[in-house]
């Protein structure tokens, strides 16, 4: 039981380019979400979804697009990178909603926009 | 807007002591606050999750609480070991699908 995983971890761009994180997870959860973490800004919210077809924004979505075509996979695509998303990108899921069930994480994406 | 913060930043303190590290809260309309531990370089690990309706809950030498009407939780550590050292992260939940984190207290134990 692999848990949420996350490819790749470390990755460098330069500004403009375009890629995508991805996140699978083996659990049959419901639920998935991605963050980013920041030095001194906690980890914010970008995009989440309560189930296949369904995705919704957070706190943070502009310069991101997600699509959840099935149960396991949620990948995070950055359309033209640009230094400010320079950032620690993790994902996340759970069984059900955020409201009774543990949220479970992956090992992070490392990412820097030169 | 729900602001959750984490007081204080950083704690050091000698192996085997007590501590309790704190989480406030502005919405006290949140449906659960989980508490997780972070290490260098590493994702997050749930530690603990308090329903809305509970109180505490306790898992070994770890005991959070959750007081939604003065919008605080606390984390208790027991018998504090290197180990422990960590960064540890509270966030509230709502039923919309959405997690305010605060940003970590990174905690230091000292053999």
């Known amino acids: ?114 | 807007k729900q602001e959750v913060t984490q007081i204080p930043a950083a704690l050091s303190v000698p192996e085997g002591e007590n501590l309790v590290l704190n989480c406030s809260f502005t919405d006290s309309a949140i449906y659960n606050l989980q508490w997780f531990r972070q290490d260098p370089g590493k994702g997050l690990t749930s530690l603990l999750l308090i329903q809305s309706s509970q109180r505490e809950q306790t898992s070994g030498r770890l005991n959070a609480s959750l007081d939604k009407s003065s919008g605080r939780s606390t984390l208790y550590i027991a018998a504090s070991q290197p180990g422990d050292s960590a960064t540890y992260l509270c966030a509230g939940s709502t039923n919309a699908g959405k997690s305010t984190f605060g940003d970590g207290t990174t905690l230091t134990v000292k053999p």
Request: glycine share 10%.
């Open chain 1, 1 to 114: 039981n692999a848990g949420v995983t996350q490819t790749p971890k470390f990755q460098v761009l330069k500004t403009g380019q375009s890629m995508t994180l991805q996140c699978a997870q083996d659990m049959n959860h419901e639920y998935m979400s991605w963050y980013r973490q920041d030095p001194g800004m906690g980890l914010r919210l970008i995009h989440y979804s309560v189930g296949a077809g369904i995705t919704d924004q957070g706190e943070v979505p502009n310069g991101y697009n997600v699509s959840r075509s099935t149960t396991e996979d949620f990948p995070l695509r950055l359309l033209s990178a640009a230094p400010s998303q320079t950032s620690v990108y993790f994902c996340a899921s759970s069984r059900g909603t955020l409201a009774k069930n543990i949220q479970y994480f992956g090992a992070g994406t490392r990412l820097s926009v030169l």
